[in-house]
């Protein structure tokens, strides 16, 4: 059914110079770099147009191969939401338009995910919104590299960390509480953003907030200067994303799987 209310677009941030996997956007996942697999993903969400965000003409390239949209930007950018900020600012998008921030490491993520997060926004008259699933398994509680959410009675995120939280207090607790389907419990954050370009516009002119440098969560910075951010439980599970030559054969697994 069409719905002329979820009216959005897609920025793909991809850059080259990644720390812990160099090249990964271009990386080989079943015969296609993993920007064209994030890439075709995302073409079968409602998104009216899809851009990827680059920084790199290598990048710019293979999207070009295959048909695709992109944007140059600058290197000297310290995020993917600045990235994202530019390519609004250089196509010229108002400030009302919608932008999903899907990452380029997610090739695997559910075109209805990217569909959910733009609702979201829109139903829950969000600064911000984003996704999140109940964690069921107590290594994921308890990996730094799993952030957590915890919310408000309202579906609002209170705070994101690397951290178990909410804390329980014994190995009992943790067991009987994360199989619960319940928001009061442990929540794993899933890295796609939904906002307004106006809200993306205000967001990379502010300065890094105190929890934001300790824990490396740049959603963080949002929340401390005020800014809401609706977290939406998803309808699906997200695959972890790729960061490491780890994920990355286990992505090449599940594809090769469905083919």
């Known amino acids: 059914m069409c719905d002329p209310s979820l009216n959005f677009v897609v920025v793909i941030p991809a850059r080259y110079a990644s720390t812990r996997f160099p090249a990964k956007a271009l990386a080989d996942i079943a015969g296609k770099p993993m920007i064209q697999r994030v890439y075709e993903q995302v073409t ?11 920084d790199d ?28 900020q530019e390519v609004a600012e250089i196509i010229g998008f108002s400030e009302e338009q919608i932008i999903v921030n899907v990452q380029g490491d997610e090739p695997l993520i559910p075109p209805d995910a990217i569909n959910q997060v733009a609702r979201e926004l829109i139903a829950n008259d969000a600064q911000i919104a984003t996704l ?9 509680f308890r990996n730094p590299n799993v952030v ?5 009675e309202d579906g609002y995120a209170l705070y994101f960390s690397r951290a178990p939280i909410p804390f329980l207090r014994t190995d009992e607790e ?3 509480k994360l199989p619960k389907n319940d928001m009061a419990h442990a929540l794993k954050h899933r890295g796609i953003y939904a906002y307004t370009v106006s809200l993306l516009d205000k ?9 934001e440098k300790i824990e490396k969560l740049e959603q963080l910075r949002a929340l401390g200067h ?34």
């Open 132 to 140: 999140a699933e109940v964690i069921t398994e107590v290594t994921d």
């Open 174 to 176: 943790v067991q009987a």
């Open 57 to 84: 003409e290598r990048i710019a390239s293979v999207v070009k191969g295959f048909g695709g949209a992109y944007c140059l930007t600058s290197k000297a950018h310290n995020s993917g939401t600045d990235r994202v």
């Open 148 to 152: 957590k959410v915890v919310l408000d």
């Open 226 to 259: 005020g800014i809401n951010i609706y977290v939406g439980i998803s309808k699906l599970s997200i695959p972890q994303g790729v960061d490491t030559e780890q994920d990355l054969n286990r992505v090449v697994k599940v594809i090769e799987n469905k083919v």
């Open 203 to 211: 967001f990379t002119t502010l300065g890094e907030s105190g929890p």
């Open 44 to 54: 079968k969400s409602k998104a009216r147009e899809i851009i990827v965000a680059t």
